[in-house]
């Protein structure tokens, strides 16, 4: 788990961002219990993901279906050699990622989703440790 290899439960607070509510709240509550045991909370007016630019997957793919086969070929691969299971409903459309937040509730860095690949661990670790010693100075 990202936040486990962050230790960011010793002095960060985390929230997931969700946008829709009544799709799939079965799923959502899955994936709150399996993987992401922290606050959620439904941001019915995209404010963060328009934050992070309000990002959508799939215009190039108009053009390039195959593309999208393997992507979603690829995508499935890399979260069963993980283990993690859950479902297809939703849009699946718009990408999210993470804001970080400085005890202000100012944002300090942002990493936008790249849809097909892994959150890069090393950096957002670099991240949470600038954010630290910023803080403690």
Do not use: W
């Not at 849809?115 to 949470?128: E, F, M, N, S, Y």
């Amino acid at each position: 788990m990202l936040a486990a290899q962050l230790d960011m439960t010793k002095d960060f607070g985390i929230v997931g961002v969700i946008k829709e509510i009544g799709v799939d709240d079965e799923g959502v509550v899955q994936f709150h219990d399996d993987y992401f045991n922290f606050q959620l909370y439904c941001d019915k007016t995209y404010s963060f993901y328009q934050a992070l630019g309000d990002r959508k997957v799939g215009v190039h793919f108009v053009f390039n279906p195959l593309a999208f086969v393997d992507l979603l070929c690829n995508a499935y691969s890399r979260l069963t050699s993980k283990g993690v299971e859950g479902n297809m409903v939703g849009e699946g459309f718009t990408q999210g990622g993470l804001i970080f937040f400085d005890p202000d509730g100012k944002p300090k860095y942002a990493y936008e989703e790249q849809t097909g690949q892994d959150v890069p661990i090393r950096d957002l670790v670099a991240v949470v440790n600038a954010m630290r010693k910023e803080a403690s100075s």
